[in-house]
């Protein structure tokens, strides 16, 4: 069956760390990936995509992903993150439909 | 810039009541999505239209629920007999036509708790 994995469920750093949150699926042939965020309070927001070529993504707000195929992984990353980026962020992969399947989540916690 | 809009943002019903939920997308996107989502959990996807056809649906959507989209711009969420079970937030999404049509635009969400 199609899934989206996030191991990381809350990651707690301090200001100018650097970010890395792990993104795997299974899908078979054709993918498509989205990192969305959900800033406290707000709704989901699209941070970057990945469709096809360079598999290193940038998004909005300094944050890039890199898709990595043997590995079916899109891991999310940031060199130095700030308190303005805690938040709960979410992988999501569609393939060959319009349906995204979610992975759980992760609870992301910058402290100043 | 007006984004994907959903009325109430908050239900709280007794079990065994209807409820309808209300998504505006975003105009001029021809696609339109329902998620489901709980505590500790991403999104999960229900169903979704394109203009005014149900084209998908998930397994999750029983046959309690029922989604219309009957002039291909807003869309409702009916869920009937409610059960302590559906106690969510219901996601709306849209997507445009064309070359970005796989980017999902979401809205704020309605908070259901049955009781």
């Known amino acids: 069956a199609q899934s989206v994995s996030q191991h990381n469920h809350h990651v707690i750093l301090s200001e100018a760390a650097s970010l890395e949150l792990g993104c795997n699926y299974s899908y078979g042939g054709t993918v498509n990936l989205f990192w969305y965020v959900q800033y406290p309070g707000q709704h989901l927001q699209l941070l970057l995509k990945y469709f096809s070529g360079d598999p290193l993504v940038k998004g909005i707000k300094g944050f890039e992903a890199e898709f990595i195929k043997s590995k079916f992984s899109f891991n999310l990353r940031k060199p130095s993150v700030q308190w303005s980026d805690t938040a709960e962020y979410f992988c999501?992969?569609?393939?060959?439909?319009?349906?995204?399947?979610f992975g759980t989540g992760t609870r992301l916690k910058v402290l100043a | 810039d007006t984004g994907v809009s959903q009325n109430p943002r908050h239900k709280i019903t007794k079990r065994g009541q209807n409820v309808t939920f209300r998504c505006d997308p975003i105009s001029e996107h021809n696609r339109l999505y329902w998620y489901r989502q709980t505590l500790g959990q991403g999104p999960e996807f229900l169903t979704y239209?394109?203009?005014?056809?149900?084209?998908?649906k998930s397994r999750l959507l029983s046959d309690r629920f029922s989604a219309e989209r009957p002039k291909g711009s807003f869309s409702t969420l009916e869920i009937q007999r409610t059960e302590q079970g559906d106690s969510a937030m219901y996601l709306c999404a849209s997507s445009p036509a064309g070359p970005r049509n796989l980017e999902q635009y979401f809205g704020p969400g309605t908070r259901l708790t049955v009781t």
């Open positions: 999501a992969a569609t393939s060959g439909t319009y349906k995204y399947i």
């Open positions: 239209f394109q203009n005014e056809a149900q084209l998908e």
